[in-house]
Protein backbone atom coordinates (compact mmCIF):
# COMPACT_ATOMS: atom_id res chain seq x y z
CA UNK A 1 0.00 0.00 0.00
CA UNK A 2 1.14 3.64 -0.68
CA UNK A 3 0.50 4.40 3.02
CA UNK A 4 2.58 1.87 3.80
CA UNK A 5 5.69 3.06 1.83
CA UNK A 6 8.17 4.66 4.52
CA UNK A 7 8.44 1.39 6.28
CA UNK A 8 11.26 1.02 3.15
CA UNK A 9 13.25 3.07 5.19
CA UNK A 10 15.31 0.48 7.52
CA UNK A 11 15.66 3.15 10.32
CA UNK A 12 12.35 4.30 10.21
CA UNK A 13 10.91 0.51 10.28
CA UNK A 14 13.07 -0.15 13.12
CA UNK A 15 11.86 2.64 15.14
CA UNK A 16 8.09 2.38 14.18
CA UNK A 17 8.29 -1.53 15.23
CA UNK A 18 9.67 -1.14 18.55
CA UNK A 19 6.92 1.86 19.51
CA UNK A 20 4.39 -0.30 18.12
CA UNK A 21 5.26 -2.70 20.85
CA UNK A 22 5.81 -0.33 23.01
CA UNK A 23 2.56 1.34 22.37
CA UNK A 24 0.85 -2.25 22.70
CA UNK A 25 2.03 -2.41 26.07
CA UNK A 26 0.54 1.06 27.29
CA UNK A 27 -3.06 0.35 26.12
CA UNK A 28 -2.74 -2.63 27.99
CA UNK A 29 -1.82 -0.51 31.18
CA UNK A 30 -4.12 1.82 30.84
CA UNK A 31 -7.03 -0.42 31.23
CA UNK A 32 -5.71 -2.17 33.97
CA UNK A 33 -4.53 1.14 35.98
CA UNK A 34 -7.82 2.39 35.58
CA UNK A 35 -10.14 -0.60 36.55
CA UNK A 36 -7.39 -1.07 39.43
CA UNK A 37 -7.89 2.80 40.67
CA UNK A 38 -11.71 2.22 40.15
CA UNK A 39 -11.44 -0.67 42.23
CA UNK A 40 -9.01 -0.13 44.82
CA UNK A 41 -10.26 3.03 45.15
CA UNK A 42 -14.05 4.02 44.05
CA UNK A 43 -13.20 7.40 43.61
CA UNK A 44 -12.79 9.65 40.87
CA UNK A 45 -11.27 12.36 42.42
CA UNK A 46 -8.39 9.75 42.57
CA UNK A 47 -8.70 8.89 39.15
CA UNK A 48 -7.59 12.35 38.47
CA UNK A 49 -5.05 12.49 40.43
CA UNK A 50 -3.07 9.52 39.12
CA UNK A 51 -3.68 11.81 35.33
CA UNK A 52 -2.31 15.13 36.90
CA UNK A 53 0.89 13.22 38.27
CA UNK A 54 1.34 12.38 35.01
CA UNK A 55 1.15 15.21 33.34
CA UNK A 56 2.56 17.79 35.89
CA UNK A 57 6.19 16.59 35.46
CA UNK A 58 5.61 16.56 31.60
CA UNK A 59 4.37 19.85 31.34
CA UNK A 60 7.21 21.15 34.40
CA UNK A 61 10.47 19.87 31.82
CA UNK A 62 8.60 19.63 28.33
CA UNK A 63 10.45 22.72 27.00
CA UNK A 64 13.71 21.98 28.98
CA UNK A 65 13.44 18.14 26.80
CA UNK A 66 13.11 19.89 23.56
CA UNK A 67 16.08 22.17 23.93
CA UNK A 68 17.95 18.80 25.50
CA UNK A 69 16.62 16.88 21.89
CA UNK A 70 18.22 19.50 20.02
CA UNK A 71 21.40 19.65 21.37
CA UNK A 72 21.74 15.62 22.05
CA UNK A 73 21.51 12.29 19.62
CA UNK A 74 17.59 11.70 19.59
CA UNK A 75 17.59 8.07 19.16
CA UNK A 76 19.73 8.12 22.78
CA UNK A 77 17.20 10.10 24.64
CA UNK A 78 14.48 7.55 23.33
CA UNK A 79 16.57 4.73 24.33
CA UNK A 80 17.37 5.90 27.87
CA UNK A 81 13.56 6.93 28.21
CA UNK A 82 12.14 3.45 27.23
CA UNK A 83 14.56 1.53 29.61
CA UNK A 84 13.42 3.70 33.01
CA UNK A 85 9.86 3.44 31.72
CA UNK A 86 10.39 -0.02 31.45
CA UNK A 87 11.76 -0.21 34.93
CA UNK A 88 9.34 1.68 36.30
CA UNK A 89 6.43 -0.72 35.38
CA UNK A 90 8.12 -3.69 36.01
CA UNK A 91 7.98 -2.76 39.91
CA UNK A 92 4.41 -2.03 39.65
CA UNK A 93 3.84 -5.08 38.31
CA UNK A 94 5.79 -7.18 40.78
CA UNK A 95 4.03 -4.84 43.28
CA UNK A 96 0.88 -5.89 42.25
CA UNK A 97 1.81 -9.78 41.94
CA UNK A 98 2.30 -9.40 45.57
CA UNK A 99 -0.74 -7.80 46.97
CA UNK A 100 1.22 -4.63 48.11
CA UNK A 101 0.33 -2.12 45.73
CA UNK A 102 -1.20 1.56 46.65
CA UNK A 103 -2.41 4.26 45.61
CA UNK A 104 0.97 6.36 46.41
CA UNK A 105 2.63 3.72 44.20
CA UNK A 106 0.96 4.59 41.38
CA UNK A 107 1.29 7.86 41.85
CA UNK A 108 5.14 7.85 41.96
CA UNK A 109 5.13 5.54 38.64
CA UNK A 110 3.18 8.34 37.08
CA UNK A 111 5.28 11.17 38.08
CA UNK A 112 8.51 9.33 36.50
CA UNK A 113 6.33 8.58 33.32
CA UNK A 114 5.52 11.96 33.10
CA UNK A 115 9.02 12.95 33.28
CA UNK A 116 10.08 10.30 30.98
CA UNK A 117 7.48 11.62 28.41
CA UNK A 118 8.77 15.05 28.36
CA UNK A 119 12.16 14.21 26.81
CA UNK A 120 10.61 10.97 24.72
CA UNK A 121 7.70 13.16 23.13
CA UNK A 122 10.02 16.08 21.37
CA UNK A 123 12.80 13.01 20.78
CA UNK A 124 10.72 10.79 18.15
CA UNK A 125 8.82 13.96 16.70
CA UNK A 126 11.70 15.55 16.02
CA UNK A 127 13.55 12.19 14.72
CA UNK A 128 10.91 11.15 11.98
CA UNK A 129 11.37 14.10 9.59
CA UNK A 130 15.49 13.69 9.84
CA UNK A 131 15.28 9.99 8.71
CA UNK A 132 12.74 10.58 6.13
CA UNK A 133 12.35 12.11 3.32
CA UNK A 134 9.88 14.75 2.21
CA UNK A 135 7.77 12.53 -0.16
CA UNK A 136 7.25 9.96 2.64
CA UNK A 137 6.73 12.59 5.35
CA UNK A 138 2.47 12.25 5.26
CA UNK A 139 3.30 8.21 5.41
CA UNK A 140 5.80 9.07 8.35
CA UNK A 141 3.13 10.80 10.29
CA UNK A 142 0.52 8.36 9.04
CA UNK A 143 2.43 5.02 10.14
CA UNK A 144 3.03 6.88 13.57
CA UNK A 145 -0.81 7.30 13.97
CA UNK A 146 -0.94 3.93 13.33
CA UNK A 147 1.62 2.70 16.19
CA UNK A 148 -0.62 4.31 18.92
CA UNK A 149 -4.17 2.88 17.10
CA UNK A 150 -3.40 -0.62 15.52
CA UNK A 151 -2.04 -1.53 19.04
CA UNK A 152 -5.30 0.21 20.60
CA UNK A 153 -7.42 -2.08 18.47
CA UNK A 154 -6.28 -5.05 20.01
CA UNK A 155 -4.81 -3.75 23.19
CA UNK A 156 -7.91 -2.56 25.46
CA UNK A 157 -9.97 -5.60 24.45
CA UNK A 158 -6.51 -7.19 25.32
CA UNK A 159 -5.76 -5.34 28.76
CA UNK A 160 -10.20 -5.82 29.81
CA UNK A 161 -9.50 -9.75 28.80
CA UNK A 162 -6.15 -10.03 31.12
CA UNK A 163 -7.28 -8.23 34.22
CA UNK A 164 -10.39 -10.37 34.41
CA UNK A 165 -8.64 -13.19 33.87
CA UNK A 166 -5.59 -13.07 35.85
CA UNK A 167 -5.36 -9.85 37.04
CA UNK A 168 -3.80 -6.48 36.59
CA UNK A 169 -0.08 -7.73 37.49
CA UNK A 170 -0.31 -9.49 34.52
CA UNK A 171 -1.31 -6.47 32.42
CA UNK A 172 1.68 -4.60 34.22
CA UNK A 173 4.28 -7.15 33.54
CA UNK A 174 3.37 -6.94 29.99
CA UNK A 175 3.57 -3.63 29.36
CA UNK A 176 7.14 -3.39 31.05
CA UNK A 177 8.60 -6.04 28.74
CA UNK A 178 7.27 -3.93 25.66
CA UNK A 179 9.57 -1.13 26.89
CA UNK A 180 12.65 -3.30 26.95
CA UNK A 181 11.79 -4.43 23.26
CA UNK A 182 11.34 -1.37 22.36
CA UNK A 183 14.63 -0.46 23.52
CA UNK A 184 15.67 -3.34 21.68
CA UNK A 185 14.39 -1.95 18.05
CA UNK A 186 16.25 1.45 19.16
CA UNK A 187 19.39 -0.42 20.22
CA UNK A 188 20.82 -1.09 16.21
CA UNK A 189 20.26 2.92 15.48
CA UNK A 190 21.99 3.91 19.14
CA UNK A 191 24.83 1.25 17.77
CA UNK A 192 25.04 2.81 14.13
CA UNK A 193 26.85 5.29 12.07
CA UNK A 194 23.39 6.25 11.41
CA UNK A 195 23.24 7.97 14.79
CA UNK A 196 25.45 10.86 14.19
CA UNK A 197 23.51 11.43 10.56
CA UNK A 198 20.58 12.28 13.21
CA UNK A 199 22.26 14.55 15.90
CA UNK A 200 20.82 17.91 15.67
CA UNK A 201 22.61 20.67 13.77
CA UNK A 202 24.37 22.88 15.71
CA UNK A 203 23.93 26.49 15.31
CA UNK A 204 26.16 29.81 15.89
CA UNK A 205 25.66 32.87 17.12
CA UNK A 206 28.52 35.62 17.55
CA UNK A 207 30.52 33.40 15.40
CA UNK A 208 30.95 30.97 17.61
CA UNK A 209 29.79 27.58 17.35
CA UNK A 210 27.58 26.27 20.43
CA UNK A 211 28.40 23.14 22.76
CA UNK A 212 26.16 20.56 22.54
CA UNK A 213 26.47 19.29 26.21
CA UNK A 214 28.01 21.94 28.32
CA UNK A 215 25.84 24.86 27.81
CA UNK A 216 24.75 27.75 29.91
CA UNK A 217 21.31 28.33 31.55
CA UNK A 218 21.87 31.38 29.83
CA UNK A 219 22.02 29.71 26.54
CA UNK A 220 19.53 27.41 27.14
CA UNK A 221 17.03 30.32 27.39
CA UNK A 222 18.24 31.39 24.46
CA UNK A 223 17.41 28.65 22.82
CA UNK A 224 13.85 28.48 24.18
CA UNK A 225 13.69 32.17 23.51
CA UNK A 226 13.99 30.86 19.75
CA UNK A 227 11.22 28.09 19.78
CA UNK A 228 8.88 30.90 21.03
CA UNK A 229 9.43 33.26 18.80
CA UNK A 230 8.62 31.21 15.92
CA UNK A 231 5.76 29.88 17.31
CA UNK A 232 4.48 33.52 17.27
CA UNK A 233 5.04 34.34 13.76
CA UNK A 234 3.17 31.64 12.72
CA UNK A 235 -0.76 32.01 13.63
CA UNK A 236 -1.84 28.44 12.15
CA UNK A 237 0.48 27.59 15.47
CA UNK A 238 -0.14 29.65 18.21
CA UNK A 239 -3.71 29.40 17.69
CA UNK A 240 -4.08 25.80 17.32
CA UNK A 241 -1.88 24.95 20.43
CA UNK A 242 -3.77 28.22 22.46
CA UNK A 243 -7.02 26.31 21.81
CA UNK A 244 -6.19 23.03 22.31
CA UNK A 245 -5.15 23.87 25.64
CA UNK A 246 -8.59 24.25 26.22
CA UNK A 247 -9.96 21.33 24.01
CA UNK A 248 -8.11 18.99 25.38
CA UNK A 249 -9.35 19.50 29.02
CA UNK A 250 -13.04 19.35 27.60
CA UNK A 251 -12.76 16.35 25.40
CA UNK A 252 -9.74 14.38 27.83
CA UNK A 253 -11.26 14.78 30.81
CA UNK A 254 -14.50 12.96 30.58
CA UNK A 255 -12.75 10.25 27.77
CA UNK A 256 -9.59 9.92 30.70
CA UNK A 257 -11.59 10.23 34.57
CA UNK A 258 -15.54 9.69 34.26
CA UNK A 259 -16.01 6.99 31.22
CA UNK A 260 -14.77 4.14 33.82
CA UNK A 261 -17.55 5.53 36.33
CA UNK A 262 -20.03 5.95 33.55
CA UNK A 263 -19.71 2.42 32.37
CA UNK A 264 -19.58 1.28 35.84
CA UNK A 265 -22.03 3.24 38.21
CA UNK A 266 -24.39 4.54 34.86
CA UNK A 267 -24.55 1.57 32.75
CA UNK A 268 -23.90 -1.41 35.12
CA UNK A 269 -21.30 -2.68 32.54
CA UNK A 270 -17.86 -4.03 33.68
CA UNK A 271 -14.21 -3.54 32.18
CA UNK A 272 -14.93 -5.12 29.19
CA UNK A 273 -17.18 -2.13 27.95
CA UNK A 274 -14.20 0.02 28.77
CA UNK A 275 -12.21 -2.30 26.50
CA UNK A 276 -14.21 -2.48 23.21
CA UNK A 277 -14.78 1.62 23.66
CA UNK A 278 -10.97 1.76 23.51
CA UNK A 279 -11.03 -0.73 20.59
CA UNK A 280 -13.33 1.10 18.85
CA UNK A 281 -11.74 4.51 18.91
CA UNK A 282 -8.72 3.04 17.72
CA UNK A 283 -10.17 1.03 14.97
CA UNK A 284 -11.44 4.37 13.13
CA UNK A 285 -8.26 6.09 13.90
CA UNK A 286 -6.51 3.68 11.95
CA UNK A 287 -8.93 3.47 9.31
CA UNK A 288 -8.94 6.88 8.95
CA UNK A 289 -5.21 7.08 9.03
CA UNK A 290 -4.69 4.68 6.58
CA UNK A 291 -7.15 6.32 4.27
CA UNK A 292 -5.37 9.87 4.48
CA UNK A 293 -1.92 8.07 4.66
CA UNK A 294 -2.35 7.11 0.74
CA UNK A 295 -2.49 10.77 -0.16
CA UNK A 296 1.03 13.01 -0.53
CA UNK A 297 -0.62 16.42 0.45
CA UNK A 298 -3.95 16.88 2.07
CA UNK A 299 -5.64 20.51 0.66
CA UNK A 300 -8.28 22.71 3.39
CA UNK A 301 -6.16 21.47 6.23
CA UNK A 302 -7.20 23.99 8.18
CA UNK A 303 -11.11 23.68 8.04
CA UNK A 304 -10.70 19.83 7.63
CA UNK A 305 -8.66 19.47 10.26
CA UNK A 306 -10.79 21.80 12.54
CA UNK A 307 -14.13 20.21 11.51
CA UNK A 308 -12.72 17.25 12.65
CA UNK A 309 -12.22 18.45 16.20
CA UNK A 310 -15.83 19.48 16.33
CA UNK A 311 -17.63 16.62 15.44
CA UNK A 312 -15.02 15.39 17.86
CA UNK A 313 -16.76 17.06 20.82
CA UNK A 314 -20.39 16.32 19.23
CA UNK A 315 -19.34 12.36 19.48
CA UNK A 316 -19.12 13.17 23.39
CA UNK A 317 -22.72 13.74 23.70
CA UNK A 318 -24.66 9.81 23.29
CA UNK A 319 -22.60 9.77 26.44
CA UNK A 320 -23.99 12.38 28.31
CA UNK A 321 -27.63 10.84 27.59
CA UNK A 322 -26.86 7.31 28.60
CA UNK A 323 -27.86 6.08 25.21
CA UNK A 324 -27.92 2.14 24.06
CA UNK A 325 -24.20 0.84 24.50
CA UNK A 326 -24.32 -0.31 20.45
CA UNK A 327 -24.77 3.18 19.97
CA UNK A 328 -21.79 4.46 22.14
CA UNK A 329 -19.33 2.02 20.48
CA UNK A 330 -20.19 3.83 17.53
CA UNK A 331 -19.44 6.81 18.52
CA UNK A 332 -16.28 6.33 19.63
CA UNK A 333 -15.40 4.26 16.15
CA UNK A 334 -16.57 7.96 14.37
CA UNK A 335 -14.90 9.85 17.18
CA UNK A 336 -11.46 8.03 16.19
CA UNK A 337 -12.03 8.46 12.58
CA UNK A 338 -12.36 12.25 13.55
CA UNK A 339 -8.97 12.49 15.66
CA UNK A 340 -7.11 10.95 12.83
CA UNK A 341 -7.77 13.76 10.56
CA UNK A 342 -6.45 16.59 12.72
CA UNK A 343 -3.65 14.70 13.97
CA UNK A 344 -2.32 13.70 10.32
CA UNK A 345 -2.71 17.08 9.55
CA UNK A 346 -1.35 18.71 12.37
CA UNK A 347 2.30 16.94 12.51
CA UNK A 348 2.29 17.09 8.54
CA UNK A 349 1.99 20.69 9.10
CA UNK A 350 4.70 21.24 11.75
CA UNK A 351 6.84 19.18 9.89
CA UNK A 352 6.78 21.29 7.02
CA UNK A 353 6.65 24.79 8.82
CA UNK A 354 9.72 24.68 11.65
CA UNK A 355 12.91 24.06 9.85
CA UNK A 356 15.10 20.92 11.46
CA UNK A 357 17.32 22.19 14.35
CA UNK A 358 14.18 23.94 15.78
CA UNK A 359 11.61 21.06 16.13
CA UNK A 360 12.23 19.62 19.32
CA UNK A 361 11.79 23.20 20.92
CA UNK A 362 8.62 23.71 18.93
CA UNK A 363 7.23 20.07 19.67
CA UNK A 364 7.56 20.89 23.43
CA UNK A 365 6.04 24.23 23.28
CA UNK A 366 2.75 22.69 20.99
CA UNK A 367 2.70 20.23 23.80
CA UNK A 368 3.36 22.42 26.67
CA UNK A 369 1.06 24.77 26.01
CA UNK A 370 -1.72 22.15 24.45
CA UNK A 371 -1.41 20.01 27.83
CA UNK A 372 -0.83 22.91 30.44
CA UNK A 373 -4.16 23.23 31.67
CA UNK A 374 -4.74 19.27 31.66
CA UNK A 375 -3.58 18.74 35.37
CA UNK A 376 -6.63 21.29 36.48
CA UNK A 377 -8.74 19.70 33.89
CA UNK A 378 -8.69 16.00 34.84
CA UNK A 379 -8.84 17.13 38.84
CA UNK A 380 -12.24 18.79 38.17
CA UNK A 381 -13.57 16.10 35.90
CA UNK A 382 -12.72 14.08 38.75
CA UNK A 383 -14.50 16.38 41.45
CA UNK A 384 -17.60 17.08 38.83
CA UNK A 385 -18.02 13.20 38.12
CA UNK A 386 -18.18 13.40 41.92
CA UNK A 387 -20.62 15.83 42.52
CA UNK A 388 -22.75 15.80 39.20
CA UNK A 389 -21.98 12.34 38.10
CA UNK A 390 -20.66 11.15 34.81
CA UNK A 391 -22.78 11.81 32.73
CA UNK A 392 -22.84 15.39 33.18
CA UNK A 393 -19.44 15.97 32.60
CA UNK A 394 -19.84 14.49 29.34
CA UNK A 395 -22.24 16.42 28.42
CA UNK A 396 -20.40 19.68 29.60
CA UNK A 397 -17.04 18.10 27.68
CA UNK A 398 -18.81 17.66 23.79
CA UNK A 399 -20.69 21.16 24.15
CA UNK A 400 -17.38 23.11 25.43
CA UNK A 401 -15.15 21.15 22.90
CA UNK A 402 -17.82 21.86 19.98
CA UNK A 403 -17.88 25.59 20.67
CA UNK A 404 -14.35 26.19 21.07
CA UNK A 405 -13.04 24.83 18.29
CA UNK A 406 -16.05 26.50 16.13
CA UNK A 407 -14.54 29.70 17.77
CA UNK A 408 -11.14 28.82 15.96
CA UNK A 409 -12.99 27.88 12.78
CA UNK A 410 -13.21 31.99 12.51
CA UNK A 411 -9.78 33.11 12.16
CA UNK A 412 -8.95 32.96 8.30
CA UNK A 413 -5.72 31.99 9.39
CA UNK A 414 -6.99 28.62 10.26
CA UNK A 415 -9.93 28.40 7.98
CA UNK A 416 -7.61 29.48 4.83
CA UNK A 417 -4.92 26.95 5.18
CA UNK A 418 -4.12 25.04 2.49
Same mark, same amino acid.
Given at each position: ?23 ? +? ?118 ? +? ?80 ? +? ?16 ? +? ?173
Amino acid at each position: MNALRALKNRAFALMWTGQTISRL +GDNLYRIALAWWVLEETGSAIAMGTVLVFSQIPMLLFLLIGGVVVDRLPRIRVMFIADIISGLTITAVAIFSWLEILEIWHIYIASLIFGLVEAFFFPAYQAVIPTITNSDDLVSANSLS +GLSQRVTGILGPALGAALVAIGGSSVAFGLDGLSFFISAAFVFPLLRSNLEKGLRPAIEKRNGEALTPIKQSIRQGFLDLRE +GFKFVLTVPWIWISILLF +GFINVTEAGPRAVALPFLISDDLGAGVDLLGWLGSATSLGFVIGMLWLGQYVRLHRRGFLGYFAVMMQGLLLLPFAFKMPIPVLIASMFVFGLASSVFALIWATTLQEMVPGPLLGRVFSIDALGSFVLLPIGFAVAGFLTELLGAPTVFLMGGIGTTLITGLGLLHPAIRKLD
